[in-house]
């Protein structure tokens, strides 16, 4: 298996434009998480899916953010509009299991800039 | 409030050492407990799970302890190498979230 594939790796994009991440999960997992992670606030979960239902999203910065899981292998994360505060690194994870008590396995993540 | 510290920020020892990261959490009701390793530009590589029934795990030179009671996690690196320099993440994960710390940066020295 490739493993948690993340497109696209970078992306810059300016502010007020709509910004859409990509996650493939491994094969076989059933549970989805997406982080972001910058220099001041670390990594930080923004929302967590299992068996393609959102079970927690109180990490959700504001309405701008939005989350999908189309099918149980595919997951996108969307900004609308963007700005600047929103520029991080984006991983998402996966794992087997109910999730939060199971081995996570992060993608490579997606570097945004929002100029 | 920072719910998960890590000690020391950075540490950078010579080649061979045996060392030490520590991990301290407020949460007592936590599930499991997770060591990762992340290199510059990169994502998290899970080292090592540690559910919280269980006191420690290993897997090679590495062995990872839980004290719920303290809220103490430790890392040890046996025969540390230059391979591995890297940031190291612990988290735990409880009913309600899933919280990371800010993590140690190791650096073997050659």
């Known amino acids: 298996d490739a493993g948690v594939i993340q497109s696209p790796r970078h992306e810059v994009t300016e502010m007020g434009q709509e910004v859409t991440l990509r996650c493939k999960l491994i094969?076989?997992?059933?549970?989805l998480f997406w982080y972001r992670q910058t220099m001041m606030r670390g990594l930080e979960l923004l929302i967590y899916f299992n068996n393609n239902v959102p079970i927690d999203d109180s990490g959700m910065p504001e309405d701008r953010f939005s989350a999908k899981m189309p099918n149980a292998s595919f997951s996108t994360l969307k900004i609308q509009p963007s700005e600047p505060r929103d520029s991080a690194v984006y991983f998402c994870a996966s794992s087997w299991g109910t999730g939060r008590g199971t081995e996570a396995f992060f993608g490579q993540g997606t570097r945004l800039t929002v100029v | 409030k920072q719910e998960v510290t890590q000690i020391p920020a950075a540490l950078s020892v010579p080649e061979g050492e045996n060392l030490v990261l520590n991990c301290s959490f407020t949460d007592s009701a936590i599930y499991n407990l997770q060591w990762f390793r992340q290199d510059p530009g990169k994502g998290l590589t899970s080292l090592l799970l540690?559910?919280?029934?269980?006191r420690e795990q290993t897997s090679g030179r590495l062995n990872a302890s839980l004290d719920k009671s303290s809220g103490r996690s430790t890392l040890y690196i046996a025969a540390s190498q230059p391979g591995d320099s890297a940031t190291y993440l612990c988290s735990y994960s409880s009913a309600s979230k899933i919280i990371f710390g800010s993590g140690t940066r190791l650096s073997i020295r050659p």
């Open positions: 540690i559910q919280s029934s269980q």
């Open positions: 094969s076989g997992h059933n549970s």
